[in-house]
């Protein structure tokens, strides 16, 4: 090898490039056209054919060399963020934040109870929130005195003696809609039916003045209380995980018989306690009939709960009054 | 309703934990709400003797009591104003433990203290320290005869109980009681049920010699039972008695009320005692008045009973609110020898309504209105007249009296047991179901294989039919025992509601644009609805509790301001929010009913500032254009876009169209209504109406593929000079009509008014972009159509290019 050659590979091996001052004498030095592998390229024109093919070969190999140590230098150079252009070029600076969007948690809690309820086949069905006695009360086994009906509880939007005019309330329930679907659709029905309803209730912790249901109803040959403890032990599972302790208990509804509530143990094993979370029942053959669809023929449930009551349980409000204050700061932690 | 563990024992023996009993009545439907104990072992407590009471030096309601304990001296700092020299008191000496605990269920240790600077060596104990009542009116002063420093469980009688109080569904009367619990309990558990012999009246007389009983009101009165009793003396219940009534949270009057209570809440029939001495001429109406009445009840208040309700009266005046409560003019009292025990049988509906209207809730009333068994009213009748004469050995029984206009009509009910497993969907042995049954006092008989013949009891009138008695099945049966169904969950091909698809889409696509979801209230008050319309275009309720709730919003925006003044007040910089609910108006024809327009609408509204100082830019504040921006997004998403027209409708209202149908609009929220809601910032937002939305959204038909153009447009740039009160929408709609096909967008990129623009004109730049789907377009093209253009607009508007 040319001595040329070894010396320059053993000059470019020894150069230390630690500034950019450095890299780019190393650059003039040895790789530019004027640098000294150029030079050496010139040279070749004095040799003869068998000694230029040695000789190139070697120079060429140098300039690899070179190059690369040229490279391999300037890499580093480029990963080290030591140098900044501009003050505003600093990418950690704070960008203007874009409002990320949300849903109310009530929605959030309904979107989760619908999802559920869809993966059990049930439709979504939607009514009137002002309602007329047939429908709120009558239609659903409501007797002329029961307490609901009391100007106490109900909200009247009209009221008056003709028989012909209806009295209008605000809903109380939103299984009046069970009945506007019954109406007008056979069996099978399968469906659920959120909504806003009204109770005329002082406003405190733990009660509004109105509030959100979803009532469900599934209505065909044969349905039966197995079929309805199947469908609510689901749905809680889905609900609240599979491990979720719970337990039916008979109470009362006008419009079912047999009626039942679901309670869920909700705490520790020690220091927990039963919550009611939803009304249910076979609907009752006097709601069939003032829809006219043959008892003897069809037998259905239906079950009610509140979605403010399942938003506390899985949020842990403890005032129902959050939900309709609107404070932004409690809003932006349901994205 | 409250029930007694050591009563409810008499009549079923109960097992040791009390536990157990609470869920099994919760599992059969009387639902536990709470359990507790009351009473006290008193264990450490002793009696002591007051000897001085000095003033407090440092506090003034304080007294210093020197106390002996029988074989000392104890300093005691007391707080009690009724503390006095030589009293025999209750003291907790140092360390012993009171019987009740704090509030967090800790126990109270009594501890050597200093109050005040005083040292106090035990505490002098009122009634509720001891857990003998709640009694915190003073220290519990016990008889002056009580020896001093010995336990006090030798001197004051100690009664432990455990409680449980149920809800009572309103279907469940016969539950009302101990023996109604009890005969629950005995058929869940299939144990024996121990009722109490109840004497036979010698004689029950239709038409009394000594008091006549006339029942007007039929409909009102069904059953009216008197007992005259002669010779009896008013004194204190015996402990037992006493101990029955506290129990359960009743306080003890004398003997006869309290027997007449015992009763009730041992069998459900509510009693009442008259003074016979107080009943004129010895006779009892039991009617209504046709106008109201005042009448003063026996808690001595004086109450204006509604026309229509039922009074029991005497020849000539009310001596008690039927069912309800008894007059102060009849009340027994100390001088009572002789009285009239009523049972009877009041219709559920009057006294509901009574009660009601009086808002006066009596344990008597509370069994009437949910009905109580018809049958039961000389039973009853009798059971108080043996403990009377229990208690009152030379009391004597003068004739028992049953006026009965209106009998009960048994009620038999055939049961298809076929029905039961197929409703139930579980399989249930017919001898379970008898014996159940039985238990129940539900007689049955077995008419055929599958049929079974129920008599039901006279004090079960929430049973009427076949499916009622399924529902005792699974209520005894306990519906937690229903295996799943065989075939498992059934699922449903029917897709989802397009209501509900357009719904959730819209929701979607308003959170993407960052919008946050607020609730508001759907009933506002008049005051606040004023700001919105005239109140006769509204819907309001006719009863609400408060001002609050009157009106129904015609609008989503009332809600929304409200909740942009609650952050701005809160120092929130600015909000982005929006809304889906409904809205409501007067409406001649109506959507769902007559007179009652109800629709859905979604609000988009923003305030305040949209970002605040930032190194990259100043704070910005929202502007009309932001809110258009999200607007144009949202109906695009929803792929409407191609649908809607809009029009200037004011100088800060702009109108939405579909098909010539107004949609919405958006607006600036007036100066005047900013400052209602306390708003310093402008506000902006967007109402439309989602029912018409949706019939746009279902119309639009699935999506189609169009090729993507092979060949490039041509985009071309033109700026006019217009006057200023001709809006950018015309000059739009007029370039796009103009234009033909081969026009594919068109942007506006400048609006300039003022220097080398003549006065109350603008200048308007738009960038026109063209394309051929078949071939490249050049210049040539699209100067013809360039030309048409500016020669329309300047026919139509005036319209120059500007140079």
Same mark, same amino acid.
């Given at each position: 090898m040319n001595d040329a050659v070894v010396q320059l590979i053993q000059q470019i091996k020894e150069t230390q490039i630690s500034t950019s001052q450095d890299l780019e004498d190393f650059r003039l030095k040895y790789l530019s056209k004027k640098g000294a592998i150029q030079q050496l390229f010139k040279t070749m024109g004095s040799l003869t054919p068998q000694e230029r093919a040695t000789f190139g070969k070697d120079v060429n190999d140098l300039k690899v060399l070179a190059q690369n140590t040229f490279e391999e230098a300037q890499s580093r150079f480029e990963n080290q963020h030591t140098v900044l252009n501009s003050a505003t070029?600093?990418?950690?600076?704070?960008?203007?934040?874009?409002?990320?969007?949300?849903?109310?948690?009530?929605?959030?809690?309904?979107?989760?109870?619908?999802?559920?309820?869809?993966?059990?086949?049930?439709?979504?069905?939607?009514?009137?929130?002002?309602?007329?006695?047939?429908?709120?009360?009558?239609?659903?086994?409501?007797?002329?005195?029961?307490?609901? $009906?009391?100007?106490?509880?109900?909200?009247?939007? $009209?009221?008056?003696?003709?028989?012909?005019?209806?009295?209008?309330?605000?809903?109380?329930?939103?299984?009046?809609?069970?009945?506007?679907?019954?109406?007008?659709?056979?069996?099978?029905?399968?469906?659920?039916?959120?909504?806003?309803?009204? $109770?005329?209730?002082?406003?405190?912790?733990?009660?509004?003045?109105?509030?959100?249901?979803?009532?469900?109803?599934?209505?065909?040959?044969?349905?039966s209380v197995a079929d309805l403890k199947e469908s609510l032990i689901t749905f809680v599972k889905l609900m609240y995980g599979s491990d979720v302790t719970y337990r039916l208990r008979p109470s009362f509804f006008p419009f079912t018989e047999p009626s039942l509530e679901m309670d869920i143990w909700w705490g520790s094993k020690e220091s927990g306690k039963w919550l009611e979370i939803l009304g249910s029942g076979m609907v009752d053959p006097n709601v069939f009939k003032a829809v006219n669809i043959d008892p003897e023929i069809y037998s259905g449930f239906a079950w009610g709960m509140g979605v403010e009551r399942m938003a506390i349980l899985k949020y842990e409000i403890d005032d129902i009054r959050t939900f309709y204050e609107n404070d932004i700061r409690f809003l932006h932690q349901f994205v | 309703m409250k029930l007694s563990y050591n009563w409810l024992n008499e009549y079923i023996s109960l097992p040791e934990d009390?536990?157990?009993?609470?869920?099994?009545?919760?599992?059969?439907?009387?639902?536990?709400?709470?359990?507790?104990?009351?009473?006290?072992?008193?264990?450490?407590?002793?009696?002591?003797?007051?000897?001085?009471?000095?003033?407090?030096?440092?506090?003034?309601?304080?007294?210093?009591?020197?106390?002996?304990?029988?074989?000392?001296?104890?300093?005691?700092?007391?707080?009690?104003?009724?503390?006095?020299?030589?009293?025999?008191?209750?003291?907790?000496?140092?360390?012993?433990?009171?019987?009740?605990?704090?509030?967090?269920?800790?126990?109270?240790?009594?501890?050597?203290?200093?109050?005040?600077?005083?040292?106090?060596?035990?505490?002098?104990?009122?009634?509720?320290?001891?857990?003998?009542?709640?009694?915190? /009116?003073?220290?519990?002063?016990?008889?002056?005869?009580?020896?001093?420093?010995?336990?006090? /469980?030798?001197?004051?009688?100690?009664?432990? @109980?455990?409680?449980?109080?149920?809800?009572?569904?309103?279907?469940?009367?016969?539950?009302?009681?101990?023996?109604?619990?009890a005969r629950d309990l005995s058929a869940k558990w299939n144990t024996e049920l121990h009722i109490p012999k109840i004497s036979e009246p010698n004689e029950i007389k239709h038409q009394g010699s000594h008091i006549s009983i006339h029942i007007d009101d039929t409909q009102g009165c069904h059953r009216y039972v008197g007992v005259l009793i002669e010779n009896v003396k008013i004194e204190a219940s015996p402990t037992w008695l006493r101990n029955r009534l506290e129990a359960i949270g009743l306080r003890s009057i004398n003997n006869i009320?309290?027997?007449?209570?015992?009763?009730?809440?041992?069998?459900?029939?509510?009693?009442?005692?008259?003074?016979?001495?107080?009943?004129?001429?010895?006779?009892?109406?039991?009617?209504?008045?046709?106008?109201?009445?005042?009448?003063?009840?026996? @808690?001595?208040?004086?109450?204006?009973?509604?026309?229509?309700?039922?009074?029991?009266?005497?020849?000539?005046?009310?001596?008690?609110?039927?069912?309800?409560?008894?007059?102060?003019? /009849?009340?027994?009292?100390?001088?009572?020898?002789?009285?009239?025990?009523?049972?009877?049988?009041?219709?559920?509906?009057?006294?509901?309504?009574?009660?009601?209207?009086?808002?006066?809730?009596?344990?008597?009333?509370?069994?009437?209105?949910?009905?109580?068994?018809?049958?039961?009213?000389?039973?009853?009748?009798?059971?108080a007249s043996d403990l009377i004469q229990q208690l009152l050995p030379s009391s004597r029984i003068v004739e028992v009296v049953d006026v009965h206009p209106v009998t009960w009509q048994p009620t038999n009910i055939s049961l298809s047991l076929p029905k039961v497993h197929k409703l139930l969907g579980v399989e249930i042995d017919t001898n379970w179901i008898q014996r159940t049954f039985n238990a129940l006092g539900i007689k049955t008989t077995e008419t055929s294989q599958n049929q079974l013949d129920c008599d039901i009891p006279s004090f079960r009138p929430d049973l009427e039919r076949e499916i009622d008695l399924i529902e005792e099945i699974g209520r005894i049966f306990d519906y937690n025992n229903i295996p799943s169904p065989a075939h498992g969950i059934q699922i449903s091909t029917e897709p989802f509601s397009e209501w509900e698809t357009c719904k959730q889409k819209i929701t979607e696509k308003i959170v993407g644009l960052g919008y946050n979801e607020i609730y508001s209230n759907s009933l506002i008050s008049e005051e606040e609805a004023n700001h919105f319309g005239e109140l006769s275009d509204m819907i309001s309720t006719l009863n609400p509790l408060t001002k609050d709730m009157t009106t129904l919003r015609p609008s989503l925006l009332p809600g929304f301001l409200k909740a942009a003044s609650y952050n701005k007040n809160r120092k929130a910089s600015g909000v982005r929010f929006f809304e889906l609910g409904n809205v409501f108006y007067s409406a001649t024809e109506g959507t769902f009913h007559k007179g009652i327009g109800e629709q859905t609408h979604v609000l988009l509204g923003v305030s305040g500032r949209k970002h605040d100082d930032h190194w990259l830019a100043k704070s910005s504040p929202y502007t009309f254009m932001d809110l258009k921006a999200d607007t144009h997004a949202l109906l695009a998403s929803l792929g409407l876009a191609q649908h809607i027209q809009t029009r200037v409708s004011d100088q800060d209202e702009l109108t939405y169209y579909i098909r010539e149908h107004s949609i919405g609009k958006l607006s600036k929220v007036s100066k005047a209504l900013q400052k209602t809601y306390e708003l310093d910032e402008h506000v902006y937002y967007g109402e439309f109406n989602v029912n018409m939305l949706y019939e746009a959204f279902i119309n639009q038909g699935t999506i189609q593929f169009t090729p993507i153009p092979k060949f490039p447009g041509i985009e071309y740039d033109i700026a006019l000079i217009v006057r200023s009160d001709i809006d950018a929408e015309t000059l739009l709609q007029e370039i796009s009509q103009t234009a033909g096909t081969l026009l594919q967008k068109i942007d506006i990129f400048d609006v300039y008014e003022g220097e080398n623009i003549a006065q109350n004109n603008k200048s308007i730049a738009f960038r026109l972009q063209f394309l051929d789907a078949n071939k490249t377009l050049n210049i040539k093209d699209i100067e013809p159509i360039i030309n048409n253009v500016v020669r329309s607009l300047n026919k139509k508007y005036n319209v120059e290019l500007r140079s």
């Open positions: 070029d600093d990418l950690s600076l704070p960008p203007i934040a874009k409002n990320i969007g949300s849903v109310h948690p009530l929605t959030k809690t309904l979107q989760e109870m619908k999802s559920i309820f869809y993966r059990l086949g049930f439709n979504i069905a939607d009514g009137p929130e002002v309602e007329d006695d047939f429908h709120n009360f009558t239609a659903l086994n409501f007797p002329p005195n029961h307490p609901a $009906r009391d100007t106490q509880d109900t909200f009247f939007v $009209r009221k008056n003696e003709d028989p012909a005019i209806p009295d209008l309330v605000l809903r109380t329930h939103t299984s009046p809609v069970q009945i506007r679907l019954m109406e007008k659709q056979a069996p099978p029905i399968r469906s659920i039916m959120p909504g806003r309803v009204y $109770r005329n209730e002082a406003v405190s912790p733990k009660s509004y003045f109105l509030f959100h249901q979803v009532e469900a109803l599934y209505v065909d040959h044969n349905v | 009390v536990r157990e009993t609470a869920d099994t009545l919760t599992l059969i439907g009387l639902e536990e709400e709470e359990t507790f104990s009351i009473g006290t072992n008193l264990e450490g407590i002793i009696t002591g003797d007051i000897l001085r009471v000095e003033k407090h030096p440092n506090a003034d309601r304080l007294s210093v009591c020197t106390v002996n304990d029988g074989s000392s001296e104890l300093q005691i700092v007391c707080g009690a104003s009724n503390v006095q020299v030589g009293q025999k008191v209750a003291i907790a000496p140092v360390n012993s433990q009171l019987p009740i605990t704090d509030e967090k269920g800790l126990p109270i240790v009594i501890k050597k203290t200093k109050l005040r600077g005083v040292l106090s060596e035990g505490m002098i104990c009122a009634e509720d320290e001891l857990g003998f009542s709640n009694d915190h /009116s003073g220290i519990m002063v016990l008889p002056e005869n009580t020896p001093v420093g010995v336990p006090l /469980s030798l001197v004051v009688e100690s009664y432990q @109980d455990q409680i449980i109080d149920i809800a009572i569904t309103p279907n469940r009367p016969d539950a009302t009681s101990h023996i109604g619990v009320v309290d027997i007449t209570n015992y009763v009730m809440h041992e069998m459900g029939q509510p009693l009442h005692a008259f003074d016979a001495h107080e009943i004129s001429s010895k006779k009892i109406r039991v009617k209504h008045f046709d106008s109201s009445m005042p009448f003063i009840t026996l @808690d001595e208040v004086s109450r204006d009973v509604p026309a229509g309700s039922l009074f029991i009266c005497d020849d000539q005046k009310p001596i008690a609110i039927a069912g309800v409560m008894g007059g102060e003019n /009849s009340e027994v009292s100390e001088k009572t020898t002789s009285i009239l025990l009523e049972s009877a049988y009041f219709e559920p509906g009057k006294i509901r309504k009574c009660a009601k209207d009086l808002a006066l809730q009596t344990d008597a009333s509370y069994r009437f209105e949910r009905g109580i068994d018809p049958e039961m009213t000389v039973r009853a009748a009798m059971r």
